[in-house]
Nanobody, 124 residues
Framework: QVQLVESGGGLVQAGGSLRLSCVASGSIISIGDMAWYRQAPGKQREVVARITRGGSTNYADSVKGRATISRDNAKNTVSFGMSSLKAEDTAVYYC??????????????????WGQGTQVTVTS
């Protein structure tokens, strides 16, 4: 199977920056797109940044110019950094990976996974 472990987050002052990391572990052959989503209280989960296996990126308008997503295919990691944080950036941030090809019991499988979520709270 595959596990995703997120790190980073916590309390950050307005105007500050954050860096989140997500590591996928298991008998992984390859991973497709990797992304970060966030969900604020009372709101739907939204994608904030996505990166393809080839390194192409796109960002939500709300974070464009403030955020950077990157990945290391050899280490199966995806990172997310954001600066000039605002109160509206407060949310639980989730790592998402799709089209994960992995080996289990001598067979290959493909699946999508979510991280457990990490809270980011921006304080004034």
């Amino acid at each position: 199977q595959v596990q995703l472990v997120e790190s980073g987050g916590g309390l950050v002052q307005a105007g500050g920056s954050l860096r989140l990391s997500c590591v996928a572990s298991g008998s992984i052959i390859s991973i497709g797109d990797m992304a970060w989503y966030r969900q604020a209280p009372g709101k739907q989960r939204e994608v904030v940044a996505r990166i393809t296996r080839g390194g192409s990126t796109n960002y939500a308008d709300s974070v464009k110019g403030r955020a950077t997503i990157s990945r290391d295919n050899a280490k199966n990691t995806v990172s997310f950094g954001m600066s000039s944080l605002k109160a509206e950036d407060t949310a639980v941030y989730y790592c998402n990976v799709v089209h994960v090809v992995y080996i289990s019991g001598g067979r290959s499988y493909t699946a999508d996974y979510w991280g457990q979520g990490t809270q980011v709270t921006v304080t004034s």
